[in-house]
């Protein structure tokens, strides 16, 4: 079995920072990619960044220039570090990790984390 499991959620003041880890354990043989997302109150589920096994990035427009994610291959952990945080930011983040489950076939889980709480204060 596969799971991923968030930390670093809790509440912060708005302009400061904040760093969410996701560590995967389980039998994986590949991640690519690694992702957070985001749902705040009353919203739809959105993505906020995605990397690649090759590092390569992606963000959403709100987040740029603010928020960093990266990756550890070798812990298959993914980070997000957030400064300049906004109240807007407040949200449940979410793991996500597209993951090999087969060392001989192309077989892929989808899988989730259970989410950690992240606010800002006004």
């Known amino acids: 079995q596969v799971q991923l499991v968030e930390s670093g959620g809790g509440l912060v003041q708005a302009g400061g920072s904040l760093r969410l880890s996701c560590a995967a354990s389980?039998?994986?043989?590949?991640?690519?990619?690694m992702g957070w997302y985001r749902q705040a109150p009353g919203k739809q589920r959105e993505l906020v960044a995605t990397v690649t096994s090759d590092g390569s990035t992606n963000y959403t427009d709100s987040v740029k220039g603010r928020f960093t994610i990266s990756r550890d291959n070798a812990k298959n952990t993914v980070y997000l570090q957030m400064n300049s945080l906004k109240p807007e930011d407040t949200a449940v983040y979410y793991c996500n990790a597209n993951v090999k489950i087969s060392p001989f076939r192309r077989r892929y889980l989808d899988v989730w984390g259970q989410g950690t709480l992240v606010t800002v204060s006004s």
């Open positions: 389980g039998s994986i043989f590949g991640i690519n990619p």
